[in-house]
């Protein structure tokens, strides 16, 4: 890829984006950093420390330990005793497998300040990186007795949940959520995929009907009519549905596979 | 602060108070447009009110990211050069080394 293609300041509005965003595009961060933004970096300004952070994220993300170093030293020498520098070191530690030392850093953090969320929720991802999904579990219910609004660790621990198969508990989970964000049609369509997982009539009513306010939500959304269809059809092989229900789940069910050969 | 001025120098003068005088007023409304165009250079786009709508092309993907909780123990990471590869303890492994 040429060096100078790239116009150095539409590399820095994609980043930017990208932040504000919070898409997960590691292997462009860093091959536009190398290739581009790297030779500007004094051109930023302000925004030099944030996209440094995001790169050396970037960068440990795709295991290219040579593009993370250098901005965790630009880092440490901008900002010399700052905790957030110190958990990005931590996560350094995590990307080479030292989950010990990355544990050390992350406990000294909390001790030097009880209020950083950041420090604990990184602890329920060495605990997840090491492969100790009960443990992580344990010690994310334990954050979010102390910070309940956390919209971000409610949507980690129903991912834990689901990978230890306990659907009850991940359900809870996405109840909480779509409490925060009721209009946010995408909760709606993975709650009713959780109930449609644990099977049985009931469930499966509870999920056409969150399938219905995702589709409300959003018509372009072919998972959740497509979702309707497969409720419907499987409440209707129920054996114990009065006659008016069936009609009604008939049509609703049509009426889906309608909408999705139109998209 | 010229309304205030002018009512003190009626009080001064006293003379009765009917009505603002027309300088004051054209002062107040030429400000008033003024600010008004600033603010609407300086604000950016206006937002959409319904909040699902922003939403509507968001995937999973997106919404569903959570940057405080990355691992990096992932198989994103043998795509990198600096990969090596961990050794292996198993025959089967060395297999694929065999030439052929």
Same mark, same amino acid.
């Given at each position: 890829?040429a060096?100078?293609?790239?116009d150095w300041?539409e590399?820095r509005d994609q ?13 462009e961060v860093v091959d536009? #950093?190398?290739?581009c933004?790297k030779?500007?970096k ?5 925004e ?9 994220v970037?960068?440990l993300d795709?295991?290219r330990?040579d ?6 030293m630009?880092l440490n ?11 990005l070191?931590?996560?350094r530690?995590?990307?080479?497998e ?6 050390e850093?992350y406990?000294n953090i909390?001790r030097?300040?009880?209020t ?8 329920v ?5 090491q492969?100790?999904i009960?443990d992580?579990?344990?010690?994310l219910?334990?954050?979010l007795?102390?910070?309940?609004s ?10 834990l949940y689901?990978?230890?198969?306990d659907?009850s508990?991940?359900a809870?989970?996405?109840?909480e959520?779509?409490?925060?964000n009721?209009h946010?049609h995408?909760?709606?369509t993975r709650?009713?995929?959780i109930?449609?997982t ?14 219905c306010?995702?589709a409300?939500l959003n ?5 959740a009519?497509?979702?309707?269809f ?8 129920s ?5 008016q229900?069936k009609k ?5 069910a049509t #009426?889906?596979l ?6 | ?6 009512r003190?120098?009626l ?6 108070y ?5 300088d004051?007023?054209v002062?107040?409304?030429?400000s008033?447009l003024?600010a008004m ?16 709508v922003q ?12 940057p405080?909780?990355y ?15 961990p050794?292996s303890?198993?025959p ?6 065999l030439?052929?």
């Amino acid at each position: 890829m040429a060096t100078l293609d790239l116009d150095w300041e539409e590399v820095r509005d994609q980043l930017r984006a990208w932040r504000e965003d919070n898409t997960r595009h590691s292997e462009e961060v860093v091959d536009t #950093w190398e290739h581009c933004l790297k030779h500007y970096k004094t051109k930023l300004g302000d925004e030099r420390w944030m996209v440094e952070e995001q790169v050396f994220v970037a960068g440990l993300d795709c295991n290219r330990l040579d593009i993370a170093d250098p901005c965790l030293m630009a880092l440490n020498e901008q900002f010399p005793g700052s905790l957030r520098v110190r958990k990005l070191r931590a996560m350094r530690f995590e990307a080479l497998e030292k989950f010990d030392e990355a544990m050390e850093v992350y406990d000294n953090i909390i001790r030097q300040d009880e209020t950083n969320s950041t420090a604990r929720k990184r602890k329920v991802a060495v605990l997840r990186g090491q492969g100790r999904i009960t443990d992580a579990i344990k010690e994310l219910t334990e954050y979010l007795k102390l910070f309940m609004s956390d919209s971000e660790a409610w949507q980690e621990l129903c991912d834990l949940y689901l990978k230890e198969g306990d659907y009850s508990k991940a359900a809870f989970c996405m109840e909480e959520l779509i409490l925060s964000n009721p209009h946010n049609h995408l909760f709606h369509t993975r709650y009713a995929e959780i109930k449609y997982t644990q099977g049985g009539l009931d469930n499966m009513e509870i999920a056409r009907s969150y399938f219905c306010q995702a589709a409300k939500l959003n018509p372009g959304n072919v998972r959740a009519l497509y979702g309707l269809f497969m409720s419907c059809t499987q409440v209707l092989s129920s054996p114990k549905l009065s006659a008016q229900k069936k009609k009604e789940t008939q049509q609703l069910a049509t #009426w889906a596979l309608k909408e999705v050969s139109e998209r | 602060m010229s309304y205030r001025i002018y009512r003190a120098y009626l009080r001064v003068t006293e003379q009765e108070y009917t009505a603002l005088p027309t300088d004051i007023s054209v002062q107040g409304l030429l400000s008033l447009l003024l600010a008004m165009y600033g603010i609407l250079h300086i604000a950016g786009d206006f937002k959409e009110i319904r909040a699902n709508v922003q939403l509507q092309n968001k995937s999973w993907e997106t919404v569903g990211n959570r940057p405080t909780f990355y691992t990096f123990a992932h198989r994103g990471r043998a795509l990198s050069p600096n990969y090596v590869m961990p050794p292996s303890s198993s025959p089967q492994d060395m297999v694929e080394t065999l030439p052929s």
